[in-house]
């Protein structure tokens, strides 16, 4: 008799409860297709930065662009070398008053030839009374109006290049007077200066109107300025005749007028008035017995200089006023008075030219209200490098020296 075969245990493989909730488990917001993977694949896949993705992607499709300033203009574009259309800066719109409902006048002093910032100042005070209802602004000055169209002027009207050099404040009230009688302009604006202050209250005298000098603000209905007990004096209705007060009204930027020559039937400008006085003519001036705010180049001096006789030779080149960092001042090189800084003197010149001055926070500070910045230091890093306008990447001893030889060959040419 066959016996049955003995019974063999069977041993079922153990399954991890955790493992089988976790393959059932779905994530919120999880993708379906990783309901079709493993559930360790799923959890051992690398997660992908898509910003990476797109940032190889745009490196491999756009490579780095190459400057390359030895071609022309259009040829050094980078678009150019890729073949990428890019769109071109949009140009200033010129603005056109073909037939304007009434004029502005803007007496400028334009000393030396060029446009003050106290000039470009009293061209937007003028504009601030011509937009409101389609008036026209006319400048009145020494040169042509190109480097007046940026600055907000309609018309121009040139005065005789002559009257630039010598101080005949005659000539110019007579030229006023005659364009006020010829055009009967609304209103003439004058610099609050020296020179525009004269010329306007000449003027004034002459056509015996009244004089609003030293205007801080202006509407078309109002003229508001400082009295001299410091409270504010406001005329309801601005008068024909005003002064603009200095850095009170911002300059234009991003504009682009006409400028054109004005159009006179007749001559209105006569040469031949002759001045009263005597022999008047403009006295030189040593720049350094000028004040720092008051100056309007200043040569600086940082802790790169260490060559004091070219710095003050320059100066004297140059007639510029001499100035320095905080760190000159304290060596005892200048005086504490020739500072400039936060701690020192906030300067508004026209052109500053810095030798050797890397540009702390604090000096920076006091240059803020400088037009040109023109700066001269071995670290192509340095901040002053940055703000400057024009740049020069050398030693500050081997530069001065260089430009008081090539002043001195002008001059003698």
Not at 26 to 46: D, F, I, K, M, S
Not at 110 to 115: A, D, F, K, L, M
Not at 124 to 129: D, E, K, T
Request: proline share 7%.
């Amino acid at each position: 008799m066959t016996q049955p075969a003995p019974i063999r245990p069977q041993f079922r493989r153990r399954v991890d409860p955790r493992a089988e909730r976790a393959a059932r488990t779905v994530l919120a917001g999880q993708r379906p297709r990783l309901l079709r993977q493993p559930v360790a694949a799923a959890v051992n896949e690398r997660r992908r930065d898509p910003r990476a993705l797109r940032a190889a992607a745009l490196i491999q499709s756009q490579p780095r662009p190459r400057y390359d300033w030895t071609r022309d203009a259009a040829s050094a574009s980078p678009a150019a070398a890729l073949g990428v259309g890019v769109a071109a800066v949009p140009a200033i719109p010129l603005q056109v008053i073909a037939e304007p409902a009434y004029l502005v006048l803007a007496m400028l002093d334009r000393p030396g030839g060029e446009v003050s910032e106290h000039d470009r100042q009293v061209i937007a005070a003028a504009r601030l009374l011509a937009d409101v209802g389609g008036g026209a602004v006319v400048t009145v000055c020494t040169g042509s109006g190109e480097a007046l169209a940026e600055a907000g002027s309609d018309r121009h009207v040139a005065l005789p290049d002559g009257w630039a050099d010598d101080y005949v404040p005659e000539r110019r009230a007579a030229a006023a007077s005659a364009l006020m009688a010829a055009l009967s302009p609304r209103h003439i604006l004058f610099p609050d200066s020296p020179d525009g202050a004269d010329v306007a209250r000449r003027l004034a005298a002459a056509a015996g109107e009244r004089l609003f000098t030293g205007v801080q603000s202006l509407g078309p209905d109002r003229a508001t300025r400082q009295s001299a007990g410091g409270s504010l004096e406001t005329g309801h209705r601005p008068t024909r005749l005003m002064t603009v007060a200095a850095d009170a009204f911002a300059p234009l930027d991003g504009v682009r007028h006409e400028a054109r020559p004005f159009d006179l039937e007749t001559s209105v400008v006569e040469d031949e008035v002759l001045p009263r006085l005597g022999g008047a003519r403009r006295m030189s001036v040593d720049p350094d017995a000028l004040s720092l705010s008051e100056t309007d180049f200043i040569l600086s001096a940082g802790n790169g200089v260490t060559d004091w006789r070219s710095f003050a030779d320059l100066g004297e080149a140059l007639g510029a006023t001499r100035a320095g960092s905080r760190v000159v001042c304290d060596a005892g090189h200048l005086p504490r008075e020739r500072q400039v800084g936060a701690s020192g003197t906030v300067v508004s010149a026209r052109c500053y030219l810095a030798f050797g001055i890397a540009g702390a926070p604090q000096h920076l500070q006091g240059i803020t209200g400088v037009r040109h910045v023109i700066a001269v230091n071995t670290d192509l890093h340095a901040e002053m490098i940055k703000r400057a306008d024009l740049s020069i990447v050398a030693d500050a001893q081997a530069v001065m020296p260089a430009l008081i030889r090539l002043i001195r060959e002008r001059r003698h040419d």
